[in-house]
């Protein structure tokens, strides 16, 4: 029971252009939703989150954009850069507290060509 | 600020024997989490302490896996005896307990069962 899909295992953007990185989820119960970001041998780490109660965070070159109604959400990153290649992950959670539990979809692989 | 500490970094065991894995989280974080990530999924919550108690452990297996948080500080995970479904990154995370955005994850041990 996938809660949490990206259903594109991997996408490669040249330099300077849009990346666009898409997730879907079944459980309406979500209200918290957060992207992480991945490199090699190392843990995840925070990169921007967005709350049921909005459509759109925006945090630099980082914007996450939610529709409740389709349940998707994505993350746009422009102008994209090499440092940007990494896995990113995305997650949802019922509540933002500190006693939510995170369901992560399974990753997608971004490749950012010079 | 030091990070979340976790060793060993790759451990390659075979099925049945036994394997520990310890977390030493960011001093003063209350909360303390162990995930398991296979590979090509996201990370899944194995269980969540906050200080020495449990507060989630749903998706532990018990019959073959422990954990513990002695003092409220380091915690070990244990697999007794372990199988060859359990080869993944195991990684530890730890939060203030200010929110889902604030969990710092550790780099991960990498099990392989043979």
């Known amino acids: 029971d996938q809660q949490v899909k990206q259903n594109s295992p991997s996408l490669s953007v040249q330099e300077g252009r849009i990346s666009i990185l898409n997730c879907d989820y079944t459980?309406?119960?979500?209200?918290?939703f957060l992207w992480y970001k991945k490199y090699p041998a190392e843990g995840p780490t925070f990169l921007i989150s967005?709350?049921?109660?909005?459509d759109k965070n925006e945090d630099g070159r980082f914007t996450v954009f939610l529709n409740k109604s389709a349940k998707h959400l994505s993350l746009h990153i422009v102008p994209s850069q090499p440092g940007d290649s990494a896995v990113y992950f995305c997650?949802?959670?019922?509540?933002?507290?500190?006693?939510?539990?995170?369901?992560f979809g399974q990753g997608t692989t971004l490749q950012v060509k010079p | 600020e030091a990070g979340v500490a976790q060793s060993p970094r790759y451990k390659i065991i075979e099925k049945r024997q036994s394997v520990a894995f310890w977390c030493n989280p960011i001093?003063?974080?209350?909360?303390l989490y162990w995930y398991q990530q296979i590979l090509g999924q996201g990370p899944k919550l194995l269980i969540q302490?906050?200080?020495?108690?449990?507060?989630?452990d749903s998706q532990l297996p018990k019959d073959r896996f422990s954990a513990e948080r002695l003092k409220g500080v380091d915690s070990t995970l244990k697999i007794q005896p372990a199988k060859l479904e359990d080869s993944a990154v195991y990684l530890c995370?730890?939060?203030?307990?200010?929110?889902?955005?604030?969990?710092?994850f550790g780099p991960g041990t990498r099990l392989l069962v043979l």
């Open positions: 001093s003063g974080h209350a909360t």
């Open positions: 459980n309406s119960m979500f209200d918290y």
């Open positions: 995370a730890s939060s203030p307990g200010t929110g889902l955005e604030t969990q710092y």
């Open positions: 997650a949802a959670s019922v509540g933002s507290g500190n006693t939510g539990k995170l369901i």
């Open positions: 967005i709350s049921s109660i909005k």
């Open positions: 302490f906050q200080n020495n108690g449990v507060v989630d």
